[in-house]
């Protein structure tokens, strides 16, 4: 695992589809951690204490799957939060790419404005030059 342990789910967001799936249509389902606050965050007041222990952003991609044509169609985007219970701290996650970059900023983004926070998450990342 990611963090050294098994992490607890913290947080779901809304989930909603841009293409339906139907009854016995084959999924794909691909994950990847795409940032980690290794000190904490705050997600908020509704959401169990937490602040002080490591945050795990998950993001899930499904696609429902065509072989007969060999295609496969974005169904939705899911993004799951999670906490390392016993950690002090965990490994920062960094972008490899432009493109992964714009989604990290943009999640944290959305993240802030979901949790009510004004400049958080962005901070730990130095953006000024």
Known sequence: SFGGEWPQMLEVDNITFNAPVNVGDLLQFNSKVIYSLPDGGHLGAEVKKHSSKPLVMIEIECYVM??????????????????????????????????????????????????????????????SS
């Not at 993004?79 to 390392?84: A, E, I, K, M």
């Not at 943009?106 to 130095?126: F, I, P, S, T």
């Open 66 to 127: 065509e072989p007969e044509i060999a295609r496969a169609k974005l169904s939705n985007r899911f993004y799951f939060t999670f906490v390392l219970p016993t950690k002090k701290t965990c490994r920062k996650v960094l972008p490899g790419t432009l493109e992964e970059a714009r989604r990290v900023v943009q999640r944290m983004d959305a993240d802030e404005k979901q949790a009510g926070l004004g400049n958080g998450y962005l901070r730990q990342y130095d953006l």
